[in-house]
């Protein structure tokens, strides 16, 4: 009803994928952001069509997808899981058994995109299922330890299995992103080399201080990503808010009761195990063809683990808390690295900052006080990767007393605030 | 939908007196999809178009027909506000039949009386608690009743009775009837005069029993004509219409709710949403957000100290924020009530301030955000709730009436608000204050017919010329308004032969937010003194705060803190009165008063003999 957002007149509006006008105004926002971001076309933001910062964003984008999955599976459904990154890994090596170019030493079909990257998710997902009986055994800990022992039974096979993941250290290539209708065919549509603008993208000229003919493989990539993710999130956002995911709340806030109340728990669990793999094999997929190359060693407890730094931060159990997590996981390394940079050269050159710098970094080997060594890890101090894995333990531990809610609790608490104004109940 | 309308065998309707129900049908044929009623159910607004609803009216009048239900005889409501009340109620004035509607708080005592003095053949029970306070009794204490409709059936399905009939079944009776005898209900629509009884109102009796006031058709068109569409009320002039929303909340067996909600339908076709209950009509207000608002005292106090209660509560950023709105607020309030009511130039600069940063947001979490008219009456109200509203934007006009004459007496109008008037008496109707005794009287064709099977009790209330006494003291204010001292056998005479008005102190205590019930007493004493009835959530609260423990009420009040926090209330409001009206002790109510202990009646008015009754030891303790 308008002007009265609170009269549900039927069930739909009260559900609806965007009950208010607010937030179709929010998304349509940030649907111009992307799509003028990348190209480079929006005034003060030209940054973000800088490639170094896009080939961030496109890390983030694929790490959302897989962090969609993990986000339905603990944060929706309430099942721990510390296997994300062997789900990844089955369905990166689906991909590229499938997609990849065959070898002396490893084996590779060269199907097309359209073949290799559903069957990423079909078989991860396959996997999802078969584990989890698993999950209707045991729960809480010692569920979050049986998946745990998915990755290193996945690092023990992927080491040995040379045919499949090429040998240790070294890897193999992933198929690149574009579209070909059959192997040995030329691709319709390349997503990674540099290229023309698409001609739907033309009426950006239209816009008075935009000129862009070329586009770069970065920004190409970012399409195909951002379309890609929009449709999981959407796909997520409908298992939400209808009976599966309602019965996968139930089974997350009480199992037992769950069954009371009809909700099959084993087919809840079972159900959410096979789509969050499903969302973890199309990532893992993905994530290796946007690298390029991945070692198998790659797939371990430390991306399992920034996963659950994803969904921690971001907010369990929400989408746009997927997002905001996954940002800050995949960006704060850049961004701290930058500020690292940043308060070094104040240390050296002098500046507002330079106290700060002269604590916080440790230049060089005669400079005993500081905690992170820039620019390079010499001596004692933390390089910046490890200052990260610290920060990122250090917020989860925040997180999970202070805003169990992540980033969108934040988020959440500041919009309450005004929607309650004048009030504070 | 609109089959219905055209069957064979229908009259036409055409020359027919345009009744309620009439009216009703004619909405059904002129805007059949349009939405006449939401209800919430499980959370959801549930819809019924005009045609929908004529079609149930239709098909219910038919189910009274079939059980033998004929013109002049009585029906009854026991129900809280729902649609199958405004149906049942509107079936039984198609039919030409006789319909009343009991209080939902009615003991069973009252239950019995009330049913034996209409003489009620069909009764509607909404729900189980209903039933059996019409069940409970036996059948020899209900000789006339011989059908008892239900709408709830949980818990009732096992009761064993004949005269139990479920609500469906009810309308699955009409159904077939109407197959039968197409037509039928139209034909006594047809025989409709203005002067047929169309309805029993009781009142609710603060002394003696309640009597059941007869109301006709031309009674209710009169009063629409008046109350609901007088010109002038409106800022901007746009009446009643179709777009509009409305809250049904307040008991329908009322007249107030049944003429701003019911008839207001018939005449004028705004959209009528049943709030849930009497407990959740502030929730309701938020999601309805109505556009014409009435509401009774005891609500918009409710509303106002709830206000002030949150914003107490509010964070301190909110708290500096609505600190400086309220300023402003008060400074429009009191702009506006100098100036008739409207805006002027300082005041439209505050609340151009205010609005943005406060006033708006504040309206649409109590829910009138999107309000156009409210009004308040059904008893007297203290002058600063109404400043406080009308600071906010709320244009606020209280209005004066009884059911003895359909609530048609006095209002407000836009621009010409005198606060603490009930305003002007409306155009062209009879309006005195007897010199003599003071006592407004009226005499216009909204004025009732008399009451139920009373002819003494009629005739007393009629003056020999013909004039009903209302039995308030009233006084002109500046030759145009209307002031409402008091209840004439209200009015206090102490010791010293002053005459003392107490509902003016009551409301002015009562606009603490800690003050729910006051009554002052002192009639033929030296001082005047009051029993305070405290509110027990916000009084509760405050207690919490201080960290005083307490268990029950009466443990809440016999708190010497809490007594405190009252004398200072009482404190305050003395400095508005002059030394003889001063409140020179209280004592605080021991327990929360209530209907069903006989304290109140059931619209929740003091009943002040059985007050007096009740708590005259505390009463005595305050003179010795």
Redesign the interface.
């Known amino acids: 009803m308008r ?2 957002p ?6 739909k509006a ?1 559900m609806g994928l965007f009950p208010s006008m607010s937030k179709k105004i929010a998304i349509g926002l940030l649907a111009l952001i992307a799509i003028l971001g990348p190209l480079a076309a929006l005034p003060f933001l030209g940054f973000a069509g800088d490639a170094s910062w896009l080939i961030l964003v496109n890390k983030a984008l694929v790490f959302a997808i897989a962090a969609l999955g993990i986000n339905l599976l603990t944060g929706v459904a309430g099942q721990v899981s510390l296997g994300h990154a062997f789900f990844m890994a089955v369905g990166a090596y689906t991909a590229v058994v499938l997609g990849g170019e065959a070898g002396n030493t490893v084996w590779g079909l060269g199907l097309p995109i359209w073949i290799w990257l559903p069957a990423a998710g079909v078989a991860a997902a396959l996997i999802g299922v078969f584990v989890a009986p698993t999950a209707v055994r045991v729960r809480g800990l010692y569920l979050a330890f049986v998946t745990l022992g998915l990755v290193f039974i996945g690092l023990y096979l992927w080491r040995n299995l040379g045919k499949i993941a090429g040998g240790p250290g070294t890897g193999r290539p992933w198929p690149e992103l574009e579209f070909a209708l059959w192997r040995n065919m030329d691709p319709l549509v390349s997503f990674t080399s540099d290229g023309p603008l698409w001609w739907w993208l033309t009426p950006v000229n239209w816009l008075p201080w935009v000129h862009i003919e070329e586009m770069d493989g970065e920004v190409k990539t970012f399409f195909f990503l951002v379309v890609l993710v929009a449709v999981f999130a959407i796909i997520a956002k409908n298992l939400m808010r209808t009976r599966i995911g309602r019965s996968w709340a139930a089974i997350r806030d009480r199992d037992i009761a769950a069954e009371v109340m009809g909700v099959a728990d084993a087919k809840g669990k079972t159900q959410a195990f096979g789509i969050s793999s499903f969302y973890a094999g199309m990532g893992g997929a993905l994530f290796a063809s946007v690298v390029g190359r991945i070692i198998p060693e790659s797939w371990d407890i430390f991306l399992s683990v920034e996963f659950v730094a994803i969904i921690l931060i971001g907010g369990a159990g929400t989408i746009v808390g997927t997002f905001l997590g996954t940002f800050f996981v995949v960006l704060s390394p850049r961004i701290v690295e930058n500020v690292t940079g940043f308060l070094a050269t104040q240390a050296e050159d002098g500046g507002p900052f330079s106290w700060l710098g002269s604590i916080f970094v440790r230049s060089s080997a005669d400079d005993w006080i500081g905690i992170v060594s820039y620019p390079d890890a010499a001596g004692p101090g933390l390089s910046v990767a490890q200052l990260n894995i610290v920060l990122f333990g250090v917020l989860i531990v925040v997180f999970l007393i202070a805003e169990p809610l992540g980033l969108y609790g934040i988020w959440l608490r500041a919009r309450n ?1 005004w929607k ?6 | 939908m609109t089959t219905t309308l055209e069957q064979k065998g229908s009259p036409d309707l055409r020359d027919a007196f345009p009744s309620v129900v009439w009216r009703i049908r004619d909405w059904a044929q002129r805007t059949p999809d349009r939405v006449a009623m939401r209800d919430k159910d499980f959370g959801i607004w549930q819809e019924r178009t005009s045609a929908m609803l004529w079609d149930e009216v239709l098909t219910a009048a038919h189910g009274l027909l079939s059980l033998g239900i004929r013109p002049k005889d009585v029906t009854s409501i026991h129900s809280e506000d729902r649609p199958e009340w405004v149906i049942f109620d509107f079936a039984t004035i198609a039919i030409n039949a006789i319909c009343t509607g009991l209080y939902p708080t009615n003991p069973t005592a009252e239950t019995q009386y009330l049913l034996n003095d209409a003489g009620s053949r069909v009764h509607l029970a909404e729900d189980q608690e209903q039933l059996d306070k019409v069940l409970g009794p036996g059948r020899v204490a209900f000789p006339t009743i011989e059908r008892i409709i239900y709408v709830e059936p949980r818990g009732v399905r096992s009761i064993e009775d004949d005269r139990l009939m479920f609500w469906d079944d009810f309308m699955e009776l009409g159904r077939e009837h109407k197959d039968q005898n197409p037509g039928a209900v139209e034909r006594l629509m047809l025989e409709v005069e203005p002067d047929d009884v169309m309805t029993l109102i009781y009142t609710s009796g603060t002394t003696g029993p309640p009597k059941g006031a007869m109301l006709t058709h031309r009674n209710v068109e009169v009063a629409v004509a008046h109350v609901l569409n007088d010109p002038g009320r409106f800022a901007g002039g746009k009446g009643e219409n179709p777009a509009d929303e409305k809250l049904t909340y307040l008991p329908l067996c009322h007249v107030a709710e049944r003429l701003f909600s019911s008839w207001s339908f018939a005449y004028n076709g705004p959209v009528l949403n049943f709030a849930e209950s009497i407990e959740t009509v502030q929730v309701n207000l938020r999601e309805v957000q109505p556009t014409i608002f009435f509401a009774v005292p005891r609500i918009w106090e409710r509303i106002h100290a709830g206000v002030i209660i949150r914003l107490q509560d509010a964070t301190r950023f909110k708290r500096m924020i609505s600190g400086f709105g309220l300023k402003l607020a008060g400074y429009i309030g009191a702009q506006r009530v100098a100036n008739s009511g409207d805006f002027t130039f300082g005041s439209r600069v505050a609340y151009a301030i205010g609005n943005p940063l406060f006033f708006r947001s504040l309206r649409e979490r109590i829910g009138l955000r999107h309000c156009r008219y409210a009004s308040s009456g059904a008893a007297p109200i203290a002058p600063e709730v109404l400043e406080f509203f009308m600071g906010l934007g709320i244009p606020v006009y209280e209005l004066y009436g009884m059911t003895e004459n359909t609530a048609v007496a006095t209002t407000n109008l836009d621009g010409r608000v005198k606060l603490g008037t009930v305003g002007e008496p409306y155009a062209g109707i009879g309006f005195r204050i007897d010199e003599g005794t003071g006592e407004v009287q009226t005499k216009h064709d909204a004025v009732f017919q008399g009451y139920w099977k009373k002819p003494e009790a009629t005739a007393a209330t009629f003056t020999e010329d013909g004039w009903l006494k209302t039995g308030d003291v009233g006084v002109w204010v500046d030759g145009t308004h209307v002031k409402i001292v008091d209840r004439i056998k209200d009015i206090i005479i102490t010791s010293g032969g002053k005459n003392i008005s107490p509902s003016e102190i009551e409301n002015t205590l009562k606009t603490s937010p800690f003050i729910k019930e006051a009554m002052v007493i002192g009639d033929g004493r030296k001082f005047l003194s009051a029993l305070i009835g405290i509110e027990y959530d916000v009084v509760g609260d405050w207690a919490l705060r201080r960290q005083i423990s307490y268990t029950t009420y009466r443990d809440l009040t016999e708190k010497s803190e809490v007594i405190e926090l009252i004398q200072g209330v009482v404190t305050k409001a003395n400095g508005k009165f002059a030394h003889v009206e001063q409140v020179g002790r209280f004592k605080l109510i021991p327990k929360e008063l209530d209907h069903e202990d006989g304290e109140l009646t059931a619209t929740m008015k003091l009943k002040r003999s059985a007050m007096e009754e009740m708590f005259g030891e505390l009463v005595e303790s305050m003179y010795s």
């Not at chain 1, 609170?6 to 069930?11: C, G, P, R, S, V």
């Not at chain 1, 309650?420 to 109940?425: D, S």
């Open positions: 002007g009265r609170n009269l549900y007149t039927e069930y009260e605030y309650g104004w004048p009030f504070t109940y």
